[in-house]
């Protein structure tokens, strides 16, 4: 499918010189221009005349009224901020940056894991009493090997955690919503596309959300399905804290019906220091930060340059969203 030529190009990236060059080449012949996110005014006169708005912020109205504009690539892996009617009614085309930081992701969802199996806020608060004792206690919890981990989202992350999960020797299954390719990683690969549940994840020992965030996944894990989990297993979320009823999971944690929850995303952020979350026992968080993979910039720079050759070509572009991942309830 033919589409209009790339004359102009407005880019709010953060990036170094030399890594936004390689964009500019890229683009060339097309006008690449280098903006602030402060710079208000100037960022709605180029939109007048860009095919092409490359966003290291949230959305802006100002995107609507661009009569010229065809693609927007966002610089983070979550695009539910995007994801609204009017950009879909308007047929824009979203790209983000998923994948960029997948195996930091996964790396960081078995911290969390390997955390509770180790009990390590107890263990080190033994450390810093220097105290011997807890040997029993810590032999006494099951170790990963052989454990059932339950993944929800198959995209660049769930990948990962699947291949972690397989070196660690835990039975890995996977619900995903396409039907799509199995896994040598994958005990058992599921689908929201041929009817299957939640159910199969909810049984595991160890639970990971990896989804995109959509009004389909909101408020996925609330009372009901944490009722469903047994008390000896552990959910956590490196998705977006929507996808959990925070309310539900504090009174489960409280209450015991689940042993554990590793979160580094919050249904508000920053996380308000009235929150239970920061001193339930069996309750560790981070603030939706992941140590960085040495060439997660240059992921991100590879994807828009992949995709600048298939817009220029007419194909389908990549990490992109469509009506499926339509968010109105944030």
Request: proline fraction near 5%; glycine fraction near 8%; charge should be negative.
């Amino acid at each position: 499918m033919a589409r209009p030529e790339i004359t102009t190009v407005l880019s709010t990236l953060t990036w170094q010189h030399g890594e936004l060059d390689q964009l500019r080449k890229a683009f060339a012949p097309a006008d690449f221009v280098q903006l602030k996110n402060t710079e208000k005014d100037e960022i709605t006169k180029v939109l007048q005349k860009a095919q092409v708005a490359l966003l290291s912020a949230d959305f802006a109205s100002a995107i609507l009224t661009a009569p010229n504009l065809k693609w927007i690539h966002v610089d983070a892996a979550g695009l539910n901020g995007f994801a609204k009617k009017e950009i879909f009614d308007k047929g824009l085309i979203v790209s983000g940056s998923a994948g960029r930081s997948g195996p930091a992701l996964a790396q960081h969802a078995f911290y969390f894991a390997l955390a509770f199996t180790y009990d390590v806020p107890a263990s080190i608060d033994r450390q810093r009493a220097h105290q011997w004792n807890g040997a029993e206690a810590i032999r006494a919890r099951p170790g990963l090997w052989g454990r059932k981990l339950g993944i929800v989202g198959f995209g660049y992350t769930g990948k990962e955690m699947a291949k972690l999960g397989r070196a660690f020797g835990m039975h890995v299954t996977v619900l995903r919503r396409l039907a799509g390719e199995t896994s040598s990683d994958v005990d058992v690969m599921l689908s929201s596309e041929r009817g299957h549940t939640l159910d199969p994840i909810l049984d595991c020992d160890v639970i990971m959300l990896a989804n995109s965030l959509s009004d389909s996944t909101y408020h996925m894990i609330s009372t009901e399905q944490l009722k469903r989990i047994p008390r000896t297993s552990v959910i956590i979320n490196m998705a977006r804290g929507e996808v959990i009823d925070e309310a539900a999971l504090i009174n489960a944690l409280r209450s015991g019906e689940i042993a554990g929850a590793g979160l580094d995303v919050f249904e508000q952020e920053p996380l308000p220091a009235e929150s239970p979350l920061w001193d339930l026992p069996n309750a560790i968080c981070t603030p939706h930060a992941t140590p960085s993979l040495p060439d997660k910039t240059q992921r991100s720079i590879n994807v828009v340059v992949e995709n600048v050759l298939r817009y220029r070509s007419g194909e389908n572009l990549i990490n992109t969203i469509n009506f499926e991942d339509l968010y109105t309830k944030g």
